[in-house]
Nanobody, 114 residues
């Protein structure tokens, strides 16, 4: 499975971005898909995940601001990020776990700055 993340960029505090993750194969059978992020000098952390039944969960920092979704018909996953803060600045990675194997996208940079 190859994953391609896109949608990052420079945004002012309080702004919004929508990240996309395109998969090279069908994602219907992928039980677990997630967004992670890694800020400079910090470890990679889980932002949100979504199961193939639509159940989603969020890190505390993402709750009430971010929304994860997936479209199995388009082989894609999304992360809608609202009310962005400078501390959201990071490289965002999409992840898929298929039969116990983790697949990663290349990452997309999100910079929140005035």
């Amino acid at each position: 499975v190859q994953l391609q993340a896109s949608g990052g960029g420079l945004v002012q505090p309080g702004g919004s971005l929508r990240l996309s993750c395109a998969a090279s194969t069908g994602i219907f059978s992928i039980t677990f898909m997630a967004w992670y992020r890694q800020a400079p000098g910090k470890e990679r952390e889980l932002v949100a995940y979504i199961m193939n039944n639509g159940v989603a969960n969020y890190a505390d920092s993402a709750k009430r601001r971010f929304t994860i979704s997936r479209d199995n018909t388009k082989n894609a996953m999304y992360l809608q990020m609202n009310n962005l803060k400078p501390e959201d600045t990071a490289v965002y990675f999409c992840n898929a776990n298929l039969r116990g194997i983790n697949y990663w996208g290349q990452g997309t940079l999100v910079t929140v700055s005035s």
